[in-house]
């Protein structure tokens, strides 16, 4: 596995014109792998935006190192960087405790009567957005932990992360009623409890919309 990021190039509106939807990110990540298009065997590629420090970064996991001009296509000069991840990912151990961040697609299926198929709503409340991840981490293979003056959980805000963003992207320029996708970010501290499944956490994503910059969540060891 391959980790990459490049900054994007937010001050030459010439260039990055195009970036105005998701599926324009989509389509830049899909042209950084010349070879896999080649091929016809297109591989799942996890990605997110994130801004620091004033900057606009793309970042990017994929099975293969991508093609570093096709990704600088809309980047910075020179801030492309692509590093193995394996040696990090073989490194997570049961227990550790590690800061983390995620973008993601937080939705529930409701039943539809007389229908096969549930439909698929995005949670709009803060407190249903945390309980989705909350629902989840224990399958994902880590817990979420509580604040160090929570004695018990008795809701989500004991716990020891929050949501740092929240917005409506737009899916496609060409959508005739402007489908947009619930997109929110989270951060905190989170326990490993099952290494060999955290892994493939990290390496699968989590939830929905993963073409579309959903699932990917890096961490940082504690």
Same mark, same amino acid.
């Given at each position: 596995?391959?980790?990459?990021?490049?900054e994007?190039?937010?001050?030459?509106?010439?260039? /990055? &014109?195009? +970036?105005?939807? +998701?599926?324009?990110?989509?389509?830049?990540?899909?042209?950084?792998?010349? *070879?896999?298009? !080649?091929?016809?065997?297109?591989? %799942?590629?996890?990605?997110?935006?994130?801004?620091?420090?004033?900057?606009?970064?793309l970042? +990017?996991?994929?099975?293969?190192?991508?093609?570093?001009?096709?990704?600088?296509?809309?980047g @910075?000069?020179?801030?492309?960087?692509?590093?193995s991840?394996?040696?990090?990912?073989?490194?997570?151990?049961?227990?550790?405790?590690?800061?983390? %961040?995620?973008?993601?697609?937080?939705?529930?299926?409701?039943?539809?009567?007389g229908?096969?198929?549930?439909?698929?709503?995005?949670?709009?409340?803060?407190?249903?957005?945390?309980g989705?991840?909350?629902?989840?981490?224990? &399958?994902?293979?880590?817990?979420?932990?509580? &604040?160090?003056?929570? *004695? /018990?959980?008795?809701?989500?805000?004991?716990?020891?992360?929050?949501?740092v963003?929240?917005?409506?992207?737009?899916? !496609?320029?060409k959508?005739?009623?402007?489908?947009?996708?619930?997109?929110?970010?989270? *951060?905190?501290? +989170?326990? @490993?409890?099952? !290494?060999?499944?955290?892994?493939? /956490?990290?390496?699968?994503?989590?939830?929905?919309?993963? !073409?579309?910059?959903?699932?990917?969540?890096? @961490?940082?060891?504690?």
């Amino acid at each position: 596995m391959y980790l990459s990021r490049v900054e994007i190039d937010v001050n030459n509106r010439r260039k /990055t &014109k195009d +970036l105005t939807h +998701l599926g324009a990110y989509h389509n830049w990540i899909e042209q950084s792998f010349p *070879e896999e298009i !080649a091929a016809n065997e297109r591989q %799942r590629h996890l990605w997110r935006i994130d801004q620091l420090n004033g900057k606009k970064y793309l970042l +990017l996991l994929s099975q293969e190192a991508p093609d570093t001009e096709a990704l600088a296509r809309y980047g @910075v000069g020179g801030s492309v960087q692509t590093k193995s991840y394996d040696q990090f990912l073989n490194g997570i151990n049961d227990g550790e405790l590690m800061r983390f %961040r995620l973008t993601a697609n937080p939705v529930h299926a409701v039943p539809q009567p007389g229908k096969n198929q549930p439909k698929i709503y995005p949670h709009i409340k803060v407190d249903q957005q945390k309980g989705w991840l909350i629902k989840r981490a224990d &399958k994902l293979g880590f817990e979420l932990i509580k &604040k160090q003056q929570s *004695e /018990t959980i008795e809701d989500v805000n004991d716990l020891a992360f929050d949501i740092v963003s929240r917005d409506w992207p737009r899916l !496609a320029r060409k959508q005739s009623r402007g489908a947009k996708l619930s997109r929110v970010s989270f *951060e905190g501290m +989170l326990r @490993v409890t099952d !290494a060999v499944t955290f892994r493939q /956490t990290l390496v699968n994503g989590i939830g929905k919309e993963k !073409a579309f910059g959903m699932g990917l969540m890096t @961490v940082i060891p504690v």
